[in-house]
């Protein structure tokens, strides 16, 4: 499979079906914070930083406006795998 080129059409075939088997777990809410992520990217002098690493290895960062001892704005610094982008933006909610 390393070495196994695809055509666009192939490619574009593929990502069809894997929104198709996204739409049958998934809601469009999440399909839609899937497809177009939020709050991507670093807060220019925040006021928070955070960084934590899971028992899987994975590390999710991020950058915070906070005022008055409330969270203003929160951003994440990678574009990263659906899950991720989803579960950041309910951190965000």
Same mark, same amino acid.
Request: hydrophobic share 35%; with cysteine.
């Given at each position: 499979?390393d070495?196994?080129?695809?055509?666009?059409?192939s490619?574009?075939?593929?990502?069809?079906?894997m929104?198709?088997?996204?739409?049958?777990?998934?809601?469009?809410?999440?399909?839609d914070?899937?497809? @177009?992520?939020r @709050?991507v990217?670093?807060?220019?002098?925040?006021?928070g930083?955070g960084?934590?690493t899971?028992?899987?290895?994975?590390t999710?960062?991020?950058?915070?406006?906070?005022? @008055?001892?409330?969270?203003?704005?929160? @951003?994440f610094?990678?574009r990263?795998l659906?899950?991720k982008?989803?579960?950041?933006?309910?951190?965000?909610?």
């Open positions: 499979m070495d196994e080129v695809f055509d666009q059409a490619l574009e075939r593929l990502q069809r079906e929104l198709e088997e996204a739409r049958k777990i998934y809601s469009e809410k999440v399909i914070h899937w497809l @177009n992520p @709050n990217g670093r807060i220019e002098e925040p006021q930083m960084k934590a899971g028992i899987c290895g994975d999710r960062e991020m950058t915070l406006r906070i005022r @008055n001892d409330r969270i203003l704005d929160i @951003n610094p990678y990263s659906g899950q982008i989803i579960l950041d933006q309910k951190l965000r909610a």
